[in-house]
């Protein structure tokens, strides 16, 4: 298993690791209702759609716990984040459960998503082909409840005992590729290369990388996938080099509501994150900035969506 973890449960309180202040340092923070589960949603103190999903529940029987009206703490949950399709998924799984069994179901959707990841990580492998992973953002154990979607596949690869090598794109304005991905895997002892993202044509072209693999944050009917933005970009590019580009889709991410990827809600996130990055100025006050948080890659562009259970096919 990873030796990298992105929460920690106790009847009350849920410990989550403070992913703004990797690599640098290793912070829990204490989260004990739905207040503070929210946020810690929205300011990306946790990330990930099953990440976001299992804190959420969590987060509702944390409220509940404290006495706050639960359909209020439900929808607290559900605005944190609109894009992630798997946070709505677990409120609305524990919509028929008594407020005395939330504690117990919030596990078990922790502990299954754990189960998920492995078994999506274990499928997804038998379709990757020799050569480098290119993969975006962060889709392992620090995204989800353990092991990883994107990710997963390659922990299994290595797991198995296939050479693997991953080429982690920086993820701008975030950069959860670089503080995030880089660290998962230097601290699994699994072989990486960080680049930026304007190196993504270029490490293709370079004949280091024989496929792309992506997490995802929302899938709908037709297959048209929203990710962390520039997700579409490398699908492009993947397209034009004539690599494999692989969605790792966990069936919660389906989202059956969603006809296409032009019905799928898009967040915005503030215009600071790509001024600055931690403090730091990187561009003037006033320039306006245009910051979507995902973007949606058609259909067309994709090799295949690997899930838990095998390949899925658009309907």
Not at 100 to 107: D, H, K, M
Not at 285 to 302: G, H, K, Q, R, Y
Request: hydrophobic share 45%.
């Amino acid at each position: 298993m990873s030796r990298v973890s992105a929460m920690r449960y106790q009847p009350g309180t849920l410990s989550l690791l403070d992913q703004r202040r990797l690599p640098a340092d290793v912070d829990w923070l204490t989260v004990r209702d739905s207040h503070q589960a929210a946020a810690a949603i929205r300011d990306m103190v946790v990330r990930g759609a099953p990440a976001i999903a299992i804190t959420a529940a969590y987060g509702l029987a944390l409220g509940v716990r404290a006495g706050e009206d639960r359909q209020d703490a439900r929808a607290r949950l559900l605005g944190s984040r609109p894009t992630a399709v798997n946070l709505r998924w677990a409120l609305e799984r524990l919509d028929p459960v008594p407020d005395e069994g939330l504690e117990a179901a919030a596990a078990e959707i922790h502990a299954q998503d754990a189960r998920i990841c492995r078994a999506l990580g274990d499928a997804g492998a038998a379709f990757v082909p020799p050569g480098g992973v290119f993969t975006h953002c962060n889709t392992g154990a620090l995204a989800t409840g353990g092991w990883g979607t994107a990710l997963g596949i390659v922990r299994s690869l290595h797991a198995q005992g296939r050479p693997v090598h991953v080429f982690a794109g920086e993820t701008r304005p975030y950069l959860q590729g670089a503080r995030l991905t880089a660290w998962e895997l230097v601290t699994d002892g699994i072989p990486c290369t960080l680049v930026t993202d304007s190196m993504a044509a270029a490490v293709m072209a370079s004949g280091r990388v024989g496929s792309v693999i992506v997490g995802c944050d929302r899938v709908a009917v037709n297959g048209d996938t929203a990710n962390k933005i520039g997700t579409y970009g490398l699908a492009v590019l993947a397209r034009h080099h004539g690599l494999p580009f692989y969605v790792a889709m966990p069936h919660s991410t389906l989202d059956r509501r969603c006809a296409t990827g032009a019905d799928i809600p898009i967040e915005e996130r503030p215009a600071v994150e790509v001024r600055a990055f931690q403090g730091h100025a990187a561009a003037p006050d006033a320039v306006p900035v245009w910051n979507p948080a995902f973007d949606v890659t058609p259909a067309a562009l994709i090799t295949g969506w690997l899930t838990e259970q095998g390949p899925w096919r658009p309907e």
